[in-house]
């Protein structure tokens, strides 16, 4: 009997190496997520840091500070926005991760069916081998003859 041979290897192959790179998706999508934590928590301490004037202002020094603390008001806006863009790529990237995962799951299963099949036909052609050399022994030999 031939061999084990996977039909399928080849698209197994490619399943798998589909996999790996949805699980390195994953990673760089966790890691651009963590950097946008870091970047949003960077604006709320620039926000929060931002000494408050005190006292008599001039109308165009009030007028800067307004502008600067709309300014970092809105690169906390955009650093929650980034973070929450980061997150459902997080969740988009894992999804796919799971669905590249699901098919070499399912390669893997039809693989080992296939080896068992061929197991079976395997034992079972070494079973008729070995039937018919003892057919064959059984016939050679000259039989007793009985008084």
């Given at each position: 009997?031939?061999?084990?041979?996977?039909?399928?290897?080849?698209?197994?192959?490619?399943?798998?190496?589909?996999?790996?790179?949805?699980?390195?998706?994953?990673m760089?999508?966790?890691?651009?997520?963590?950097?946008?934590?870091?970047?949003?928590?960077?604006?709320?301490?620039r926000?929060?840091?931002?000494?408050?004037?005190?006292?008599?202002?001039?109308?165009?020094?009030?007028?800067?500070?307004?502008?600067?603390?709309?300014?970092?008001?809105?690169a906390?806006?955009?650093?929650?926005?980034?973070?929450?863009?980061?997150?459902?790529?997080?969740?988009q990237?894992v999804?796919?991760?799971?669905?590249?995962?699901?098919?070499?799951?399912?390669?893997?299963?039809?693989?080992?069916?296939?080896?068992?099949?061929?197991e079976?036909?395997?034992?079972?052609?070494?079973?008729?081998?070995?039937?018919?050399?003892?057919?064959?022994?059984r016939?050679?030999?000259?039989?007793?003859?009985?008084?």
């Open positions: 009997m031939k061999r084990y041979r996977f039909r399928l290897e080849q698209v197994a192959r490619v399943r798998k190496l589909q996999e790996d790179q949805a699980r390195a998706e994953v760089r999508a966790r890691q651009r997520l963590i950097e946008a934590g870091a970047d949003l928590s960077q604006s709320i301490e926000l929060d840091g931002k000494p408050r004037s005190s006292g008599h202002l001039t109308p165009g020094r009030f007028r800067a500070e307004r502008t600067e603390e709309e300014l970092l008001a809105r906390v806006l955009a650093a929650r926005l980034a973070e929450s863009n980061a997150r459902l790529l997080v969740h990237r999804d796919e991760w799971a669905a590249a995962a699901r098919e070499v799951s399912t390669l893997e299963r039809l693989d080992e069916r296939a080896r068992a099949e061929h079976v036909a395997a034992a079972r052609d070494t079973q008729i081998e070995l039937d018919d050399l003892v057919t064959t022994r016939a050679a030999t000259p039989r007793e003859v009985q008084p």
